[in-house]
């Protein structure tokens, strides 16, 4: 069978671009198996084995919150689309590949009170569902392993070894949702008996971790079959619920690893900040290792120098990644004579491209931190073999930081700075948690919020550890609102005049905020002479966040500032979509017209301002 290496020449003498490579695989399934990440092409169904009439390719898609189980597609292609006809089933979809160890990341978006799922080699499945709003997820909601499945057992307990996402982390139906799954495939002996089970090595559900480490102990529940194999189709589920999927990207992992043999060690005593002259230097103690450590017989305690020496046997040709971290000093690394640098913490890294053979390796540690425990890691990867640690698992990369967690139990209000993923420092920074897990965080210095986010509260180790940096961060799933923060209110000649870029002219004031019973904080600020109360509540079901604006006198030309994103459109019930379908929002029935405009390279949604204004922001 060709390798894709050996495939590529082959490609050319047909005439066929490497572009086009991954689509010729799938459609005569020559090689069966990723070589590389590709990204699926979702121009036609030709990646897919006999797909049936419920699955198209659509250049748009969209759901109505008030509306079950229902999508509707637009022309097109980018976008697979699952849309069985009304009051049928479907049939699941199978990709013409097989994959082993696979990286998997895609888009995708349900419909309200949808069912779907990922099927991993056919057998294991990944729960795609509508979990909008639930605060305890299952294994049955979205993100979570689905349950195995035994009719032998006792009633009540014939589902067993299901594995719930750590948290809700979940957008609303309607929006595109990110998801990265790592997967091991199970491992098995030359006469085909299974040695070690599959495992999810992790799943990201819109930035957030919620499985990690999961060993499957078989295949879930509804699996095309019940055994277990080194390699199976990606199964999509098709039977359940309307489902879209976009930006399908999978990296197959089935080269052999590099090893490393031949280890020798020399360790010297005392201070290097440069390099030495090995041929002149002597060192303390030599000897050989079974492998990369720092916790090698005779190391001084303070400081010190190890020098290994050793041999990579590459067993299959390509660009190899490496990463050497040390603690408490520098290091440095060569392969085949060419050293691999970094600037980051002294981390030595790099790739280069090596064909199967024997290279020399050279491993320096140079330790002059005398207070630093000893820490040496060795990981690589390359298009076809997923990173791994060449050196001892049992060093940890650097000393275990415990980490300083607040968790909403209760209404809680915490102060602190916060970066913004992608925009500003905010630097008086308010964040308000909820026991049923919607946060958000308000920016005292423009009267704004800024994010709202699913799932857990804070993390405040970045704040209280050590000297710290003043700063938390969400450990949910969370919408950036806006990452340039500019003042809530303004005072416009026109709808068309551009929004101020500062508080010049505004007297602008804030007065802090006040709590009700709840525990629940309104916020007060003066601006234009006007008193203002800005305050937030979540919504029925979980599902948001309403905002209301109460302006104590009439002010002319008053405007807020409801959303800015790169696009922002009015559904036909009047919802406004927010951004790459990110969030929504649904102004309150006050009179108000709002207005989408365009300003500064960035779509504005603006609403005239008398007394008060309300809104729903909808994730």
Sequence with gaps: MLKWYEFRPKLKQLGISPGKALVFMMGVGCSQQLMAQQAIPLTDLSGFKQPAANWRIAGDVNADLQKENALTATNGTGILVNLPEKGKHGQDLYTNWQHGDLDLELDYLVSSKSNSGIYLQG????QLLDSWG???PRPSDNGGIYERWDDRRPEGQQGYDGHAPRQNASLAPGLWQHMKIAFQAPRFDAAGNKIANAVILKIELNGV????????SGPTRGGMENNEVAEGPLRIQGDHGTVAFRNIKAQSYNAPKPELKAIQYAIYKGSFRQLPDFKTLKPVTTGEAAQLTSNLPGLPDNEFLVRYTAMLDVKAAGTYDFNLHTSGGGGQLKVNGQPLSGSRNRDARGGITLQPGSYPVEVLYAKNV?????????????AAVREFVLSDLNVPADDPTDPILVAATENTVLRSFMDLRGGARVVHAVSVGSPVKVHYTYDMDHAAPVQAWRGEFLNTTPMWHDRGDGSSRPMGMVRILDNKPAM???R???????WPSDTAGTAYRPKGYDLDPEGLP??????????????????????????????????????????VADSISQLADGTYMIGDKAWYVKMDNNGAKPVIRRQQGKMELIVPVKTAIGYAIIF
Excluded: C, M
């Design 134 to 136: 639930a605060v305890t």
């Design 488 to 490: 809530s209110l303004a």
């Design 209 to 216: 971790t919620i499985q990690e480490n999961v060993v499957l």
């Design 370 to 382: 005398d207070w630093a425990k000893p820490s040496l890691t060795l990981s690589v990867r390359s």
């Design 123 to 126: 057998r294991y499945e990944i």
């Design 522 to 563: 309104s916020f007060r600020f003066d601006i234009y002479g006007a008193a203002v109360t800005d305050t937030f509540r979540v919504l029925p079901g979980n599902t948001g966040l309403h905002r209301n604006l109460q302006v104590a006198d009439t002010q002319d030309g008053l405007y807020a500032r409801i959303a």
């Design 492 to 498: 416009l000649a026109s709808a068309e005049a551009a």
